[in-house]
């Protein structure tokens, strides 16, 4: 049992690429969710899912995209990255909404 | 929208004693509370939850305590030890609107 498992760890990407951050969760949990980590600010959420199909946009969504074709699976992807865009970035699911968060053990995004 | 409000930002206590961080919220229609502990370089792990329909929760040595009235609730750690030091993150509601944390210093 994994729990959330989070793929790259680690990236550098150039201004202007693209990228996906794949999350992946092991629990069957109904609800996932995307969120972004700077210092000082606390976490602020990107996007979230309340089930296989659906995807809603959170308090910072503009510049990622989000999908979630299988319930196991939520993919955040940035079309056009962009210096505001390094930060670490944090999947959690969790099995209803009420119930506490399993987190991912993050992604590291430098932008340059 | 739901604002939450964290107090203090920094809690530097000496081991042994006990550290009291306060979350305030705006949204009278939230009705979860979680707090989370974030050590250096790690991922956010829950330690301990509160539902609207009680009002503490205790856990050995971690309670939170929840003030429906004034909207505000709060993470009490007793007997501090070193291990405690992190940051510590309330949240509100399902779609988890977090404070900015609070990074709590134990000293020996």
């Known amino acids: 049992n994994a729990g959330v498992t989070q793929t790259p760890k680690f990236r550098v990407l150039k201004t202007g690429q693209s990228m996906t951050l794949l999350c992946a969760q092991d629990?069957?949990?109904?609800?996932m969710y995307w969120y972004r980590q700077d210092p000082g600010m606390g976490l602020r959420l990107i996007h979230y899912?309340?089930?296989?199909?659906?995807?809603a946009k959170g308090e910072v969504p503009d510049g990622y995209n989000v999908s979630r074709l299988k319930k196991q699976n939520f993919l955040l992807g940035l079309e056009s990255a962009a210096p505001s865009q390094t930060s670490v970035y944090f999947c959690?699911?969790?099995?209803?909404?009420?119930?506490?968060?399993?987190f991912g053990s993050g992604t590291r995004l430098t932008v340059v | 929208g739901e604002n939450v409000e964290q107090h203090p930002s920094t809690l530097s206590v000496q081991e042994g004693d006990s550290a009291v961080i306060k979350c305030t919220y705006s949204?009278?229609?939230?009705?979860?509370f979680p707090w989370y502990k974030q050590e250096l370089g790690k991922r956010p792990q829950l330690i301990i939850d509160?539902?609207?329909n009680v009002g503490e929760k205790k856990d050995q040595r971690i309670a939170v305590t929840l003030n429906k009235t004034a909207k505000h609730f709060s993470l009490h750690i007793t007997e501090t030890q070193p291990e405690d030091s992190a940051v510590y993150f309330c949240?509100?509601?399902?779609?988890?609107?977090w404070g900015a944390g609070t990074k709590l210093i134990i000293k020996p």
């Open positions: 959690a699911s969790s099995y209803q909404e009420y119930y506490g968060y399993t």
């Open positions: 629990m069957n949990h109904e609800y």
């Open positions: 899912s309340v089930g296989e199909g659906t995807t």
């Open positions: 949204d009278s229609a939230s009705n979860y």
């Open positions: 509160i539902r609207s």
């Open positions: 949240a509100a509601n399902y779609q988890l609107i």
